[in-house]
C-alpha cells in the first residue's frame, strides 16, 4: 500500500524478490526465507487483483536497484492472470491515483478530476482509511487487528476473511493481454539470467467455487 509504493522509489538490492497479488503479500515472509538461505528477501507483492499492478512494481525496482536479484518467486493464480476488471472497490487504489507510474493504469477507473488534481480530495469520505494505512509503517505492527508489516509482507495473525468480491458463479478465463505482460516478464528474467520460480499459494475453500 502507501509503505509498499514509497519503498519502490529508492534502493531495496534483494537476492530474492517476491512478487504477484495479495496471496504473495500476504502469504509470504522475508524474514523466513532470509534465515533459510542467508540472503536478502523483499516482498514486491501488490495487493489489488491483476498483474497490471505488479509490473509496474517489478518495473520500478528495476528502475531503482543496480542489483539484479538472483532469483523471483512469482506467485501465479486466476486473480493474476484472469479477464476481469479491477476487483476491489476504487478507495482500494487512492494511495497509488497520484503516482506517474500505477496512476496511467488507473484511468478507466472513474475518478474525477478534483481526486486526480486536488491534493487530498480523494481521501475525504476515506479519513478511517487513511488514517488506518498512515499507521502501517514498514517493519512495525498494528497489534490491534493482528497485522505485521515488514520488507514489502503484510502478515496476519489471524484466520484470513473470506473472499466475497466475486459471485459464486464467476468462471475465469486467462487475459491475452495479462499473459503477454507475464511473458515479457519472463523473457526479461531470462535476458538478465535471473532465475524465476512460479509458485500456487494456498488458496482457502470458499475460492474454488471460481
Known sequence: SATQSANLYKPIEA????????????????????????VNTYNLGIS???????????????????????????????????????PYPRQDYLLYLRDPYFSEILKNMNYSPAEIYIPGIRYIRELPFLFDNLQKTEGESNKDKGLYFRKGAILIDQEYRALDF??????????????NIF???????????IQVILFLSPIQQVAYKD
Not at 166 to 179: E, M
Not at 183 to 193: P, W
Open 48 to 86: 489489488g487483483g491483476p498483474i497490471e499492478l505488479s509490473d509496474v512494481a517489478w518495473k520500478l525496482y528495476h528502475s531503482h536497484n543496480k542489483k539484479r536479484p538472483c532469483v523471483v518467486l512469482c506467485n501465479v493464480d486466476f486473480l493474476w492472470l484472469g479477464e476481469y476488471d479491477f
Open 183 to 193: 511473458n515479457k516478464f519472463l523473457d526479461e528474467c531470462r535476458s538478465e539470467e
Open 166 to 179: 466475486f459471485s459464486s458463479s464467476r468462471h475465469f478465463i486467462r487475459s491475452k493481454k495479462r499473459v
Open 15 to 38: 537476492d530474492l524478490l517476491i512478487t504477484g497479488n495479495s496471496r504473495a503479500t500476504f502469504n509470504v515472509d522475508p524474514f523466513v526465507l532470509d534465515s533459510f538461505f542467508h
